[in-house]
């Protein structure tokens, strides 16, 4: 384990996606959006996913000189074509249009197609919430999840995040993956030598498993709800509405289609679609109240689910984004820690590009 | 167990509201939501709420002379007080000036106050897709759910649908509650004799309980996800998610204020808002890809998600909104069976009433 400052990943990834093409300020806007989930304490969505990009990227299956384009559009709605780039710079264009969309019919929706991943999805909701709207953000992901009954990989941990801006320190930004657990839980359960509970995985019967190594021997991801008895049917159709709003609608791929991420996976014959999707959105709150109003009312709103009654007088109730939001000051103080593994990676990628920490 | 024709019940039910003081008109709008309900398998939110609205009318709790309008907008936003009304009657009114919000701006988004229940989300949705637009439809409901790490109630089983036209028989109509099961289930539970797996409730302390008698304990449903360890923050933050944008965005009672269905139930003092609230929204497609286009790849991903390699041979993987369409259909050939419970309540407003099945 070594521990970084934000600036100093910030500064590496910058000069890893100028190396490999990107413009400085498409480079500077994806080690940003990438850096945001470091300091937010995802870290399966930082700098440990720039091994990824590179490899995408030597796969040629990312055109990092990408111009992004709107292809259709309908006042408060619009397509955007991200001609095969890096979804942490084409969401982040699509996000300011959505927004000035937003401000002009109130409400802005974006669809786009021929992306790639796009980081944590909380990141692009958050540019709303910012400047005090309420924004939407989604996208598809590597198939990984079976749909109830199935035993095949037909959707991704696809996420969907939703951020309120607030009078608190934080805005309430609420942002799930909607399988039961991310593939980072996994990893970290092995480190630590710890079970795992019957319901976040199945084996390639689609049965139920505690087995930890269960997804190199053909295993799937639950979808939320875990076991068809305690409602996996509603993880199931959250993942499928993802799929559907990203992909279906905006004429990216979809279902066991979408694009892995891991570039030794090939891509599937017959695709119907064009990359991987996203689906955005902004709503300006004047138009259902008063903006002060509202804020004053999330604030209440938070005020009463951190003082609801507690199972344990010792354990804290969190509202959306309160962790992540006290994760960020932690580590904008005392670094970003980043396990061995990954500083091999980003060491590797430093010595071919000529780059130093 | 008596079986009865959607004809028969939607007569009866219009006779009820018009009892109440319903005008013909609102009558017959609240009756057939009622009783989508019913033919769609819905049984807990069709008939067999109608003692429940009686009862709130009786408590002076509904208002069957509302007038809902709109009382704040910006193009694409808009708010509607719902005057105290039925849910069943202010949320087609506020769907409808929805629909004509996307047709001139791409998309339309309402935010309700001052409503009370609304039946089946899916229902509202539905009226999108039946014109070929995208529907979205959420309101929150009694607090009976607790956030992860609180035994307090404050969360409804705040259901969220989303529907999509297809060219198949039916449209894709996702529409789920984010409680891990729905009380009716437990009541089935029961009647059958069956056991409940641990994940579904939790007892007066906040604990996992087994015991299928725990709700009349002062226990509560667990959020989707059922326990900590399976992610049941994920169903906390959705639950959420539906109670800020259909209250806390609207200027409804939102939390543990939020007026609860059975009238015996007092509201709790210093409320933040007015009456229960409902989120709405419609977003037309051609703005994101040509229409038809967009229906054939619903299509094709139907077709893929039902060829998706089966767990067991035998068991049929569904897509949404397809079971309630199979039951429609069965329903409306062989009618619909009402439990004895249901048609006593029935019997007895018919009595007061003088009304006749």
Redesign the interface.
């Known amino acids: 384990m070594s521990v970084f400052s934000a600036n100093q990943l910030q500064g590496f990834a910058i000069s890893v996606f100028e190396s490999i093409g990107c413009s400085s300020k498409d480079a500077a806007t994806a080690a940003a959006v990438l850096v945001s989930a470091d300091l937010r304490g995802i870290d399966s969505h930082g700098v440990s996913r720039l091994k990824g990009y590179v490899g995408l990227y030597d796969a040629g299956r990312i055109n990092t000189k990408a111009m992004p384009k709107i292809v ?8 955007v074509d991200g001609d095969g780039g890096l979804g942490l710079v084409v969401a982040p264009f699509a996000m300011q249009e959505t927004l000035k969309r937003a401000e ?4 802005g ?1 974006c ?1 786009i197609q021929n992306s790639n991943h796009f980081g944590i999805a909380g990141e692009h909701a958050m540019q709303a919430s910012k400047r005090k709207m ?1 924004g939407i953000a989604m996208t598809n992901a590597t198939p990984f999840v ?7 990989a ?1 959707l991704g941990t696809n996420p969907m995040a ?1 951020a ?1 801006p607030s009078g608190k320190k934080f805005d ?1 930004v ?1 942002d ?1 993956a909607t399988a ?2 991310a593939r980072g839980k996994l990893e970290i359960a092995k480190r630590e030598g710890k079970d795992i ?1 019957k ?2 995985v199945v084996d390639k ?3 139920p498993s505690t087995d930890i190594d269960v997804l190199e021997k053909g295993g799937l991801l639950s979808p ?4 068809e ?3 996996s ?3 199931y ?2 993942a ?2 993802v ?2 709003l990203t992909a ?4 990216a791929n ?3 289609w979408v694009p892995p991420f891991v570039p030794y996976l090939p891509l599937l014959p017959n695709l ?2 064009s990359g991987l999707g996203h689906f955005l959105g902004a ?7 008063p903006k002060e ?2 804020i004053a ?2 604030d ?2 938070i005020d ?2 951190k003082s ?5 007088a010792d ?6 984004g309160e962790i992540e939001y006290n994760m960020e000051e932690e580590r904008k103080v005392n670094g970003i820690p980043v396990n061995n593994k990954v500083v091999q990676d980003l060491e590797a990628l430093g010595k071919r590009f000529g780059i130093s920490m």
Do not use: C
């Open positions: 259709r559009e309908n006042k408060s709605t619009f397509n002009t019919y109130g409400s929706w669809a309420i079976p749909p109830t009954f199935s035993k095949q037909m939703w309120f309430l609420i799930l039961a657990v509970p319901g976040w019967d689609g049965l939320l709800g875990s076991l008895e305690l409602g049917h509603k993880g159709v959250l499928g509405l799929d559907i279906v609608l905006s004429g979809y279902g066991p119907p679609g709503m300006e709150i004047d138009g259902f109240r109003e509202f009312h999330i209440n709103w009463a689910f609801a009654e507690r199972i344990n354990q804290e109730i969190f509202v959306p």
